[in-house]
């Protein structure tokens, strides 16, 4: 489904680059600033995981490098893409996809607690996890300054966290096999603020916080997102960019039914991060 999805979305960039611009939608006077463009590149990023698995304090509470061997660092693959659909470039659409996920298979250093009811990963115990994290954000900004040198704009949108936690103990007798999957597909909406600065035509300064914090009944969610960009346009149409991110982002739900969720328990992720790209923009 995600790969479906990631073509979708590419398929649908490359037909905004090749579609031309209407004779109404002419551009006003010539601004540094792109109608669209498609970034496509490398993620490098130091993450960490904090996992509950039940409710309160009485489910599985691990760090999921720490405890479960899953790596601290990550080398994915990224695309974000951006869309203006009016001649003077102040609407716009956001959207990015990366794919955090790891798989690590590793030795119970302790016994792990799983339950309130005595039930527990024995210490020597051959572990596995898979522990699934796709990231979509999709969001509408305005700009509300905009000249031939900055770019400034309100945004509101959406992140959609798509996270799976598989932990396998097989039998290793006297002891028990233990099985526990959850899985979360839940979004959050963001407020943000964007602000692009052109030192030249070419070389152009991208900054963007988004954030926002949600609590209803027994679930609750937050994210607090930094990105900042530099690019340069090396050709018409083409340019290189070097980006930095860092995100914190929590969902805690403690009924297992909110938006149809399989998940009870909690997931909090963390990670700074460097995205190197290439630019296909028009």
Not at 108 to 118: F, H, K, S
Not at 144 to 159: L, M, P, T
């Given at each position: 489904?995600?790969?479906?999805?990631?073509?979708?979305?590419?398929?649908?960039?490359?037909?905004?680059?090749?579609?031309?611009?209407?004779?109404?939608?002419?551009?006003?006077?010539?601004?540094?600033?792109?109608?669209?463009?498609?970034?496509?590149?490398?993620?490098?990023?130091?993450?960490?995981?904090?996992?509950?698995?039940?409710?309160?304090?009485?489910g599985?509470?691990?760090?999921?490098?720490?405890?479960?061997?899953?790596?601290?660092?990550?080398?994915?693959?990224?695309?974000?893409?951006?869309?203006?659909?009016?001649?003077?470039?102040?609407?716009?659409?956001?959207?990015?996809?990366?794919?955090?996920?790891?798989?690590?298979?590793?030795t119970?250093?302790?016994?792990?607690?799983?339950?309130?009811?005595?039930?527990k990963?024995?210490?020597?115990?051959?572990?596995?996890?898979d522990?699934?994290?796709?990231?979509?954000?999709?969001?509408?900004?305005?700009?509300?300054?905009?000249?031939?040198?900055?770019?400034?704009?309100?945004?509101?949108?959406?992140?959609?966290?798509?996270?799976?936690?598989r932990?396998?103990?097989?039998?290793?007798?006297?002891?028990?096999?233990?099985y526990?999957?959850?899985?979360?597909?839940?979004?959050?909406?963001?407020?943000?603020?964007?602000a692009?600065?052109?030192?030249?035509?070419?070389?152009?300064?991208?900054?963007?916080?988004?954030?926002?914090?949600?609590?209803?009944?027994?679930?609750?969610?937050?994210?607090?997102?930094?990105?900042?960009?530099?690019?340069?346009?090396?050709?018409?149409?083409?340019?290189?960019?070097?980006?930095?991110?860092?995100?914190?982002?929590?969902?805690?739900?403690?009924?297992?039914?909110?938006?149809?969720?399989?998940?009870?328990?909690?997931?909090?992720?963390?990670f700074?991060?460097?995205?190197?790209?290439?630019?296909?923009?028009?």
């Amino acid at each position: 489904m995600t790969r479906t999805f990631l073509l979708g979305a590419i398929t649908l960039a490359a037909l905004l680059v090749a579609q031309p611009v209407r004779a109404d939608q002419r551009e006003g006077p010539e601004t540094p600033w792109a109608r669209g463009a498609v970034l496509v590149g490398g993620f490098f990023s130091a993450i960490s995981s904090d996992v509950r698995l039940g409710v309160g304090g009485v489910g599985l509470e691990i760090s999921g490098e720490d405890m479960l061997g899953l790596d601290s660092t990550t080398r994915v693959f990224r695309v974000d893409a951006f869309y203006s659909f009016d001649s003077r470039k102040r609407h716009r659409v956001y959207f990015t996809w990366y794919d955090l996920s790891r798989s690590a298979t590793t030795t119970a250093l302790t016994d792990i607690p799983i339950d309130g009811n005595g039930n527990k990963i024995h210490e020597g115990s051959t572990v596995y996890t898979d522990f699934d994290l796709a990231l979509y954000k999709l969001a509408y900004a305005y700009s509300f300054f905009q000249d031939d040198r900055f770019n400034v704009a309100f945004s509101v949108g959406a992140y959609v966290a798509d996270v799976g936690i598989r932990i396998q103990v097989p039998l290793q007798p006297p002891f028990e096999p233990v099985y526990e999957d959850e899985a979360l597909t839940a979004p959050l909406p963001v407020l943000g603020l964007r602000a692009d600065f052109a030192f030249t035509p070419k070389l152009i300064l991208r900054q963007s916080v988004e954030l926002f914090y949600l609590e209803i009944s027994d679930y609750r969610g937050h994210i607090f997102d930094v990105n900042t960009n530099l690019e340069y346009n090396i050709w018409k149409h083409f340019g290189m960019g070097i980006g930095f991110e860092f995100l914190d982002f929590e969902l805690e739900n403690d009924k297992g039914s909110f938006l149809g969720a399989s998940f009870t328990g909690s997931v909090e992720i963390r990670f700074v991060g460097v995205q190197l790209y290439g630019k296909l923009y028009f």
